[in-house]
């Protein structure tokens, strides 16, 4: 019996950057697979090579060599807009800075997406509507960003990823500008959709507690994959 198709899979990726005339390598050989449904947790400490991976597995970057599948689909093989089309359809994405639209409402914020998939107004807010119910929002699709708290904000972004209903959610320390009970709300909400939804997370954080919460941890250190719990067995 096969197990579950891979998410997103990494296989001896390195990316270097050349900066005043130094080539920095930021990946050095990280080979990665998180399967459907699964959720991991990314951590290791500044400079390490995390927030690198994070952008070539949302591709946002791509890698200097070795090969980088998403939904079995080999990167190097796309386009620029075919790879927009697959970043767009296949990959949500959560920021810590929550990256909202200051003047806009957060039913049009999280609908955002969907005009680039070129889906009509009255279903994209229905779907935009829909999605703020699931993070708890029901009641605030009017708001701009100004009007809700940094919790209100991040589960805006949140339901902004996953309206398009993504194969995998790439969180980049989701909880950093947020209290700790705001934190501790946005990471149940990202447990819960991983939960009933099957969507695969990968969170990164530095925040070891943050990281503890997943049911798999990987830890980057100097560019490469120092420890992987899945392999371990735990």
Known sequence: MTGPAPAVEAVDVTRSYALEGVTVEALR??????????????VGPSGSGKSTLMHLLGCLDRPTSGVLRIGGRDVAELGDTELARLRNETIGFVFQAFQLLSRTSALENVGLPLVYR??????????????????????????????????????????????????????????????????????????????????AVVLVTHDLEV??????????RDGLVESDSAAAGA
């Open 29 to 42: 050989g990280v080979s990665l697979r998180v399967d459907q449904g699964e959720y991991a947790a990314v």
């Open 118 to 199: 070129g889906v009509g107004r009255a279903e994209r807010r229905e779907r935009a509507r829909a999605a703020l119910e699931a993070v708890g929002l029901g009641h605030r699709t009017g708001h701009r960003p100004a009007q809700m708290s940094g919790g209100e904000q991040q589960r805006v972004a949140i339901a902004r990823a996953l309206v398009g209903e993504p194969q995998l959610l790439l969180a980049d320390e989701p909880t950093g500008n947020l209290d700790t009970r705001n934190g501790a709300e946005v990471m149940a909400i990202l447990e819960r959709l991983n939960a009933e939804r099957g969507v």
């Open 211 to 220: 990281a503890a919460r997943a049911r798999r941890q990987v830890r980057v």
